[in-house]
C-alpha cells in the first residue's frame, strides 16, 4: 500500500513557476514508477510525466516538454514537479500516482496506475 499526498499547488500568473511535491508513505517507495496526471474542469484527466524507479528515465506529455520537470528522492519518498512558464492551460487539479511497473507502452494510461493522491489545484491566470 501507498499512500499519496500532494502539495504545493496555488494561484500564479503567466509566466511564474511552482513546484509540486508528492509525499508518499511506505518503504517500497523507491520501487514504484510515479506519475503526474491534471484534470481541467469538464476534461477527462490526461498525463503530464512519470519518472521510474530511479529516477534514471522520465517522459513527458508534449505540451509541458522543455517547461515541466519530473524528478523523485527516494530518500524522502518524494516526487516533484517543477512548472515553469507556466500558461493558463496548465490550469487544473494537479494529481501524483503510482504504480509497480515502469512500462513504456502504459505510462500515459491512468487507468494502469494503483494509487493515487487526492489532487493539488492549480489555477494560472493570464
Known amino acids: 500500500q501507498v499512500q499519496l499526498v500532494e502539495s504545493g499547488g496555488g494561484l500564479v500568473q503567466a509566466g511564474d513557476s511552482l513546484r509540486l511535491s508528492c509525499a508518499a508513505s511506505?518503504?517500497?517507495?523507491?520501487?514504484?514508477?510515479m506519475a503526474w496526471f491534471r484534470q481541467a474542469p469538464g476534461k477527462e484527466r490526461e498525463f503530464v510525466a512519470t519518472i521510474n524507479w530511479s529516477g534514471g528515465s522520465t517522459y513527458y506529455e508534449d505540451s509541458v516538454k522543455g517547461r515541466f520537470t519530473i524528478s523523485r528522492d527516494n530518500a524522502k519518498n518524494t516526487v516533484y514537479l517543477q512548472m515553469n512558464s507556466l500558461k493558463p492551460e496548465d490550469t487544473a487539479v494537479y494529481y501524483c500516482?503510482?504504480?509497480?511497473?515502469?512500462?513504456?507502452?502504459?505510462?500515459?494510461?491512468?487507468?494502469?496506475?494503483?494509487?493515487w493522491g487526492q489532487g493539488t489545484q492549480v489555477t494560472v491566470s493570464s
Open positions: 511506505g518503504r517500497t517507495f523507491s520501487t514504484y514508477a
Open positions: 500516482a503510482a504504480k509497480k511497473i515502469f512500462v513504456i507502452s502504459t505510462m500515459t494510461q491512468s487507468g494502469t496506475y494503483a494509487y
